[in-house]
């Protein structure tokens, strides 16, 4: 199996930056998909953006144009450069990686998840 631990989370101010990074270990033949989603607690959890192997990437609507995601192969890592943010992108923010070709955005269909690390934006 392989396994994601994520980084980066904290408190910014509202228009502020952030770079959260997800370390990934084990089986890398796993991670052939990756991408990062969040969740508010009492909210169902949302597909932020994904990348794939070949390059291609998706972002949701509310990310295009203030996120952006990239994968470090030489150093085995995700990372998702966040811009402009505001109060409502506040949530737990996770990483999660597919051994097939997924460009979804629905959580159900990703099997690799990490733990989350929480993003919070506030004045």
């Known amino acids: 199996p392989v396994q994601l631990v994520e980084s980066g989370g904290g408190s910014v101010p509202p228009r502020g930056s952030l770079t959260l990074s997800c370390a990934i270990t084990?089986?890398?033949?796993?991670?052939?998909?990756m991408a990062w989603f969040r969740q508010v607690p009492g909210k169902e959890r949302e597909g932020v953006a994904v990348?794939?192997?070949?390059?291609?990437?998706r972002y949701s609507s509310l990310a295009r144009g203030r996120f952006t995601i990239l994968r470090d192969y030489l150093n085995s890592s995700l990372k998702l450069r966040m811009k402009d943010l505001q109060p409502e992108d506040t949530a737990i923010y996770y990483c999660?990686?597919?051994?097939?070709?997924?460009?979804?955005?629905?959580?159900?269909?990703?099997?690799?998840w990490g733990q989350g690390t929480q993003v919070t934006v506030s004045s």
């Open positions: 999660a990686a597919d051994a097939e070709p997924v460009i979804s955005l629905a959580p159900v269909d990703w099997d690799y």
């Open positions: 990348i794939v192997r070949d390059g291609k990437t």
């Open positions: 084990g089986d890398i033949q796993s991670t052939y998909s």
